[in-house]
């Protein structure tokens, strides 16, 4: 019998399947490229976002310096233009400072939707026509 993986079963923020957020770089709690998340993951590593100068800047400024390689996890370092799958309260924290980075609504997963509301995911989508 297979084993029920929700990976598998995982929905983005609009109720559809949820779909990668990059592979260059390489994202995701499970490094496999979409923002899927389990128990496991306390950061909450959900929302697919488009880095940013800015951005970059004000998480270096938290603790959280993503810019800077670091070839010994296997991390290349981010650049303005990446995806990455950012911790949902990260993005939360940057969103009530003025500084939250675009969002790929298509490849958030929908345990973001604890963090922010579907509008507020909107208001920052690059994917929305």
């Known amino acids: 019998m297979r084993r029920f993986d929700p990976r598998e079963h995982a929905r983005n923020v609009l109720g559809e399947p949820l779909a990668s957020c990059s592979e260059q770089p390489m994202t995701g709690f499970f490094r496999d490229g979409c923002c899927h998340t389990t128990p496991e993951d306390m950061g909450v590593h959900t929302v697919c976002s488009v880095m940013t100068a800015d951005f970059l800047a004000y998480s270096q400024s938290r603790g959280n310096?993503?810019?800077?390689?670091?070839?010994?996890?296997?991390?290349?370092?981010?650049?303005?233009?990446?995806?990455?799958?950012?911790?949902?309260?990260?993005?939360?924290?940057?969103?009530?400072?003025?500084?939250?980075?675009?969002?790929?609504?298509?490849?958030?997963?929908?345990?973001?939707?604890?963090f922010a509301s579907l509008a507020e995911y909107k208001a920052h989508a690059v994917d929305l026509s």
């Open 65 to 114: 310096d993503l810019s800077t390689p670091m070839p010994e996890f296997g991390f290349p370092g981010l650049q303005p233009g990446d995806r990455w799958c950012l911790c949902a309260p990260r993005w939360r924290e940057a969103l009530d400072a003025g500084m939250a980075p675009r969002v790929v609504l298509a490849a958030t997963h929908e345990g973001s939707l604890a």
